[in-house]
C-alpha cells in the first residue's frame, strides 16, 4: 500500500480538547449521561474532521475502534444512555472492513502497566474488573455490532512493526480489486 493513499489530517488538535479538558479522573467522576454524551462528542468530532473528509477525498480511512469498542463500553458501564453513543454511531458511514487486533487480556494488562480506569476496567479497577469488561466488550463487538461486516483477526501481541504490516497487507488485499 502507498501510504501517500492513506488519509492523514493537517493537525488533530480538536482531538486534544478532549485531553486536555477532560482527563480521566473528570471522565470517570461524570454521571452517566455525562459520561455517555462525551464519549458521543468525542466520536461526532472524529467523524466530521477525520472520516467524512477522508471519505470525501476517496481515501482509505482507519480508525482505531471506531464507535464500536464506545458503545459496548457504553452498554456495560451506563446501559441506561448507551443507545445515545448507538444512535450516533448508526448516523456515521459505515466501515467496509474491520480488522481486530487480537491481544489476550494478560498481557494487554502487563502492557498498561498493571493499573486500570473506569473505561478500561469497569467499577472495579483490578485484573478481574479489567478481564470481566474486556470480555465483555470483545463479545458485544464481535458477536452484535461487527456480525455482518467483514472482519481480519490479526494477532497484536507481536513486535508493532509485524502487527502493522499485516494490517496493511490486510487493507491491501480487500481493496485490491477497487482499486
Same mark, same amino acid.
Given at each position: 500500500m502507498d501510504p501517500d493513499f492513506l488519509y492523514q489530517p493537517a493537525g488533530l488538535d480538536h482531538m486534544d480538547w478532549t485531553q486536555t479538558t477532560?482527563?480521566?479522573?473528570?471522565?470517570?467522576?461524570?454521571?452517566?449521561l455525562g459520561?455517555?454524551?462525551?464519549?458521543?462528542?468525542?466520536?461526532s468530532i472524529l467523524v466530521d474532521f477525520h472520516v467524512r473528509p477522508g471519505l470525501?477525498?476517496?481515501r482509505i480511512v482507519l480508525c482505531d475502534s471506531y464507535h464500536y469498542r464506545f458503545a459496548a463500553k457504553s452498554r456495560v458501564i451506563d446501559p441506561d444512555t448507551a443507545s445515545l453513543m448507538e444512535h450516533a454511531g448508526?448516523?456515521?458511514? $459505515?466501515?467496509? %472492513?474491520?480488522?481486530? =487486533?487480537?491481544?489476550?487480556?494478560?498481557?494487554?494488562w502487563q502492557l498498561k502497566g498493571e493499573a486500570c480506569s473506569m473505561m478500561e476496567g469497569g467499577w472495579d479497577r483490578d485484573y478481574?474488573?479489567?478481564?470481566?469488561?474486556?470480555?465483555?466488550v470483545? $463479545?458485544?463487538? %464481535?458477536?452484535?455490532? =461487527?456480525?455482518?461486516?467483514?472482519?481480519?483477526?490479526i494477532p497484536a501481541d507481536r513486535m508493532p512493526e509485524e502487527v502493522l504490516s499485516d494490517c496493511l497487507r490486510t487493507v491491501d488485499e480487500f481493496v485490491a480489486p477497487t482499486v
Open positions: 477532560h482527563p480521566r479522573v473528570v471522565v470517570e467522576s461524570l454521571p452517566s459520561r455517555t454524551t462525551l464519549l458521543t462528542h468525542i466520536f470525501q477525498q476517496g448508526s448516523k456515521a458511514p $459505515r466501515p467496509d %472492513l474491520a480488522i481486530w =487486533l487480537d491481544m489476550p487480556l494478560p498481557r494487554a478481574k474488573g479489567f478481564e470481566r469488561l474486556q470480555t465483555e470483545k $463479545r458485544i463487538v %464481535l458477536e452484535e455490532y =461487527l456480525s455482518d461486516l467483514p472482519t481480519v483477526r
